[in-house]
């Protein structure tokens, strides 16, 4: 089938292309084209199932209507949530969404970042990677960056992240409520600012209580196998915790598995505590406690502050939140 073009739609209906083309952006009534011409162009629009050429848009309007998004890993159940709320708030609001698997690698991160420059987004909704913000703020002199989970200390950008020294230090204070004091923690990537806010939450709790002694922080990256490997190591230990708080939901699917594998029982043998919030959690046996981080407020603030600084790009003030965390009670301790 032939593509329709304004052309084709002006030798029909008898309009020049300049008329046809006002009426189908939407500006009839600023240059004064009657409502009468207007319908018919619309009409004939509609029956041929006229479809506008997104780069000729782009062309005209400076805007391309699609947004880069930038995840250290899509295949962290954490991330993709976060992904899937992103895209349908984006689509909602006409917007299309390329998203880009940076494998945890800053290398990745910029190069990636560059390409969509060329693609000619709009703006970058990016969770970070590395520990440095220079490379991302240099891009933002091209397009809006917001950041959103992960963040840099002391940057201009705008991010959104959770309050993660609290949730961190309010689910160690659980544990130790419930009478445990040999709690291990299991972080993820040792640049990662919520790991480091996590792990200084973890700390400042068993300090708090004089389990200072009793603190251990082992593992090195966000993953199930770090999780997994980790926990067969402490498991052989003479002194083996009697809590694991795990710094993420793929960490604790990990250990659970190492638990089990050992013929140990959670939370009979050993107490679990997760970090980061996904429904499979409740279908688990047993059930797992954890942090739950509010991802759909993060989510959609991201693309609000996005959005506004795509429409206001001559805003200099950086929006920069971070919000509550929750304890949703499970069964694992």
Request: a positive charge.
């Amino acid at each position: 089938m032939k593509k329709e073009t304004l052309s084709s739609i002006s030798a029909r209906t008898g309009f020049s292309i300049t008329t046809v083309s006002r009426v189908l952006s939407g500006n009839a009534l600023k240059y004064r084209i009657s409502p009468k011409t207007a319908a018919v162009v619309l009409a004939e629009a509609k029956r041929c199932e006229y479809v506008p050429s997104a780069l000729a848009q782009s062309l005209r309007t400076k805007k391309s209507k699609t947004i880069g998004l930038l995840l250290p890993s899509v295949s962290n159940p954490f991330f993709a949530d976060m992904a899937s709320v992103i895209i349908a708030e984006l689509d909602k609001l006409g917007y299309m969404t390329i998203v880009v698997d940076t494998m945890e690698s800053e290398v990745r991160m910029v190069d990636n970042a560059r390409a969509l420059i060329h693609r000619n987004v709009d703006g970058i909704i990016a969770v970070p990677c590395g520990d440095s913000p220079v490379a991302l703020e240099r891009i933002e002199k091209d397009v809006p960056v917001v950041l959103v989970d992960r963040y840099y200390p002391n940057t201009r950008l705008s991010y959104v992240t959770t309050n993660n020294f609290k949730g961190s230090f309010d689910a160690c204070k659980l544990l130790i409520s419930k009478g445990y004091k040999r709690i291990v923690c299991i972080q993820g990537e040792l640049w990662s600012t919520p790991n480091k806010e996590r792990v200084s939450g973890y700390m400042s709790a068993m300090r708090e209580s004089g389990l200072e002694e009793e603190a251990m922080v082992v593992g090195n990256e966000f993953s199930s196998q770090n999780g997994y490997l980790e926990t067969k190591l402490l498991m052989s230990i003479p002194s083996r915790p009697e809590a694991i708080f795990a710094l993420s939901n793929t960490i604790a699917l990990g250990a659970l598995k190492a638990v089990r594998e050992v013929g140990m029982r959670v939370p009979k043998d050993v107490a679990l505590l997760s970090f980061d919030d996904n429904a499979y959690m409740d279908y688990m046996t047993p059930s797992i406690t954890r942090v739950s981080q509010p991802v759909d407020d993060m989510a959609k603030l991201s693309v609000k502050i996005l959005l506004d600084s795509i429409k206001n790009p001559d805003r200099k003030k950086s929006s920069q939140l971070a919000l509550s965390a929750t304890i949703l009670q499970g069964e694992s301790i």
